[in-house]
């Protein structure tokens, strides 16, 4: 069967990761989530010294950027990828509020977008892969087959990223939680390299009023559709 690259941007919080993990399981595709290697890449500037509320050491990154090695490993009792940094599984430990407080910062540094674009680029390179993040329609796959845009209100994002904190056990308040999707927003939209924006040829998908699974299913429609299309241009 014909295979597709499908590229997923969009704000942070809008559930882009948990739609593609879902989507790659329905169509047997690799999921690739590639904000979870930025946030590991802000995990080892924390762990290292290099990023905290007062100071930024960026040279000192960059100079780091060859120790750090991200890499994605299939949990079959999950059903998805776990996020391993240099060897050690940070799945957990990258999803925090505080790993979220520094990774828009972190992503505005070109030298660390030029070496984790690189990688996601090789990634896709056989086709058949969902991947979601904030420039993968824009820069990383430019001539992905089908591109999507997901939007939603601060507000609604704020308390879906609230609840699952929460859940998970988080001790945080919903105002921090609002506060740090709006300034995200606003680092991603207004950086110098790759800011978030939607891809002329992409589609965009409102969810403030989606449920998960009514998402899922139009956006696994859009998939089928776009797979079928593709296949029936390349046997012309």
Same mark, same amino acid.
């Given at each position: 069967?014909?295979?597709?690259?499908?590229?997923?941007?969009?704000?942070?919080?809008?559930?882009?990761?948990?739609?593609?993990?879902? %989507?790659?399981?329905?169509?047997?595709? $690799?999921? $690739? !989530?590639?904000?979870?290697?930025?946030?590991?890449?802000? %995990?080892?500037?924390?762990?290292? &010294?290099? @990023?905290?509320?007062?100071?930024?050491?960026?040279?000192?990154? *960059?100079?780091?950027?060859?120790? @750090?090695?991200?890499?994605?490993?299939?949990?079959? !009792?999950?059903?998805?990828?776990?996020?391993?940094?240099?060897?050690?599984?940070?799945?957990?430990?990258?999803?925090?509020?505080?790993?979220?407080?520094? $990774?828009?910062?972190?992503?505005?540094?070109?030298?660390?977008?030029?070496?984790?674009?690189?990688?996601?680029?090789?990634? &896709?390179?056989?086709? &058949?892969?969902?991947?979601?993040?904030?420039?993968?329609?824009?820069?990383?796959?430019? !001539?992905?087959?089908?591109? %999507?845009?997901?939007?939603?209100?601060?507000?609604?994002?704020?308390?879906?990223?609230? !609840?699952?904190?929460?859940?998970?056990?988080?001790?945080?308040?919903?105002?921090?939680?609002?506060?740090?999707?709006?300034?995200?927003?606003? *680092?991603?939209?207004?950086?110098?390299?790759?800011?978030?924006?939607?891809?002329?040829?992409?589609?965009?998908?409102?969810?403030?009023?989606?449920?998960?699974?009514?998402?899922?299913?139009? @956006?696994?429609?859009?998939?089928?559709?776009? @797979?079928?299309?593709?296949?029936?241009?390349?046997?012309?």
């Amino acid at each position: 069967m014909t295979k597709i690259t499908i590229a997923i941007d969009g704000f942070s919080s809008t559930g882009k990761s948990t739609v593609a993990k879902r %989507l790659a399981k329905a169509l047997g595709y $690799v999921y $690739v !989530d590639s904000g979870a290697m930025y946030r590991a890449v802000t %995990l080892y500037a924390m762990q290292n &010294g290099l @990023i905290d509320t007062d100071c930024f050491d960026t040279r000192g990154l *960059i100079s780091q950027l060859d120790d @750090i090695d991200i890499s994605f490993k299939f949990n079959k !009792d999950l059903g998805f990828a776990e996020v391993y940094l240099n060897g050690i599984n940070v799945e957990s430990a990258i999803r925090t509020l505080e790993v979220s407080q520094f $990774v828009s910062q972190v992503a505005t540094i070109s030298e660390v977008r030029a070496q984790l674009v690189k990688q996601q680029q090789n990634f &896709g390179k056989d086709k &058949g892969v969902v991947m979601d993040g904030r420039d993968i329609g824009t820069v990383v796959f430019p !001539d992905a087959e089908l591109k %999507l845009f997901m939007t939603a209100s601060a507000e609604k994002r704020a308390q879906r990223r609230y !609840d699952e904190l929460k859940e998970r056990g988080d001790d945080v308040c919903y105002d921090d939680v609002l506060k740090n999707v709006q300034s995200r927003d606003h *680092i991603d939209s207004t950086r110098e390299d790759s800011p978030l924006s939607m891809a002329k040829d992409a589609i965009k998908v409102d969810n403030s009023n989606m449920t998960l699974d009514e998402q899922f299913e139009f @956006i696994l429609k859009l998939s089928e559709d776009k @797979i079928n299309e593709t296949h029936k241009k390349k046997r012309h």
